[in-house]
């Protein structure tokens, strides 16, 4: 049970990371013209490309996470995601004082938060209930038959 424990958190962790960024990817296809007519907003050039882009990332890191496939990788693509959204959208510093302000600064701690989960995965991988580990489990067992076939041939 104890040896369990590191690998359910991992996996907890992996699954709740993953369910904003499903969540926010899909949202942004659903509401496309609303999506982008916010990012216009913001002064963004491109909208279209960079939309497509952040639903890309969203979806795909998003998937990465949640099934432990090269969870590293989709980790990383996630905080380039997240840093210039954070930056762009959660601009809190150019907001006059009150709610809005504080609003905007909950937005850029919860992305800093996210960034700090994301980076957690990037550092130790997806963990043992993942596709990465079952991969990396059938390339271990398999090596070493590789490695005499070698030496016979």
Known sequence: MTTNCPALTALFGRLFLAAIFLLSGFGKIADWSGTSAAMEKQGMVAVPVFLAGAIALEILGGLSLLLGFMARWGAACLIIFLVPATI??????????????????????????????????????????????????????????????????
């Open 88 to 153: 762009i959208f959660h601009d809190f510093w150019v907001v006059e004082e009150g709610m809005a302000r504080m609003n905007q600064m909950q937005h850029f701690m919860k992305n800093l938060a996210l960034m700090g989960g994301l980076l957690m995965v990037a550092a130790f991988g997806a963990g043992r209930f993942s596709l990465d580990y079952l991969r990396a489990r059938n390339a271990s067992m398999h090596a070493p038959a590789r490695e005499e076939l070698m030496l016979t041939h």
